[in-house]
């Protein structure tokens, strides 16, 4: 059974800084993409950051130059460098990785960003 669990949210101010983590069990994420994804109230889920099987990266526009995706195999877990955070990326961030034609989706953690 695959089970992804996001752990590291929570509440900071414009400017600060947060680290979030995916860690996986029933699925390795040394060979399979993961992805970071989030979802502001009233709209649609975005990608945020990804990680292929091989290591190569994106970002979303509106986090280049300020995330961090990487992934330690060692752990199975990938995580997500967020800096100078604005309000903006207020939402629920969800991870998110894909085996064959199956994707799985952990139970999101809440990043509020606001003074």
């Known amino acids: 059974q695959v089970q992804l669990v996001e752990s590291g949210g929570g509440l900071v101010q414009p400017g600060g800084s947060l680290r979030l983590s995916c860690a996986a069990s029933g699925i390795s994420f040394s060979i399979r993409p993961v992805g970071w994804y989030r979802q502001a109230p009233g709209k649609e889920r975005e990608l945020v950051a990804r990680i292929s099987g091989g290591g190569w990266i994106n970002y979303a526009d509106s986090v280049k130059g300020r995330f961090t995706i990487s992934r330690d195999s060692r752990k199975n877990t990938v995580s997500l460098q967020m800096n100078s955070l604005k309000p903006e990326d207020t939402a629920v961030y969800y991870c998110?990785?894909?085996?064959?034609?199956?994707?799985?989706w952990g139970q999101g953690t809440q990043v509020t960003v606001s003074s």
């Open positions: 998110q990785s894909r085996r064959n034609e199956d994707d799985y």
